[in-house]
């Protein structure tokens, strides 16, 4: 778990710096995205010294935090009926309330994801508009996706030969066999 202090700047200054970590991972692999592929997870995360489910967890959460919930949260506030109070609430009950996502994506090697996904968190307060919003989520979202881009390409997809789809007729021949033995 990582502590973080209150981010007590406007949204302008937290989107500055969310596109400046957006620009520092664009097209150059980052050092923590390189940890992780290499299995050196800081927060010990991980059961049975592995880092395979790290992966997994990575894989898992990082798309549903940025393409899904994400894009649903900027699709809501184009809704005329939602105000801008009710859809900050709904943003930190979904990414930071009852489980903050973003420090748990940092227990599992993005060291940065809790500081900046907490900064997010707490400027939404100094919103004035649904447009504003829309800036700064977007760009949130653009970093999450862009995050989760960087550890789809690492996740070792090659070990689902592992896995093959069985039709139900092998499944019941195997039960056959094993009725049998």
Do not use: C
């Not at 009950?93 to 060291?111: C, P, Q």
């Not at 997010?120 to 700064?136: A, G, I, M, P, Q």
């Amino acid at each position: 778990m990582s502590a973080i202090t209150r981010f007590t700047g406007d949204w302008r200054e937290a989107k500055a710096i969310i596109e400046k970590e957006i620009d520092r991972v664009w097209f150059d692999e980052p050092e923590e995205i390189q940890k992780i592929r290499w299995g050196v997870i800081d927060s010990g995360a991980g059961s049975g010294e592995q880092s395979f489910s790290v992966l997994v967890h990575l894989e898992a959460y990082m798309m549903l935090v940025g393409a899904d919930v994400m894009y649903r949260l900027l699709k809501i506030s184009r809704y005329e009926d939602t105000e801008l109070a009710t859809l900050n609430r709904m943003t930190r009950e979904f990414l930071t309330g009852t489980f903050n996502v973003f420090e748990f994506m940092t227990d599992l090697g993005l060291t940065n994801m809790h500081q900046i996904g907490q900064m997010y968190s707490d400027t939404l307060d100094t919103l004035k508009t649904k447009d504003e919003y829309v800036e700064l989520t977007g760009a949130m979202m653009t970093y999450v996706i862009r995050m989760h881009r960087w550890i789809h390409f690492i996740f070792p997809w090659n070990l689902g030969v592992a896995f093959p789809h069985r039709k139900p007729s092998e499944v019941l021949a195997f039960s056959k066999v094993v009725a049998a033995a």
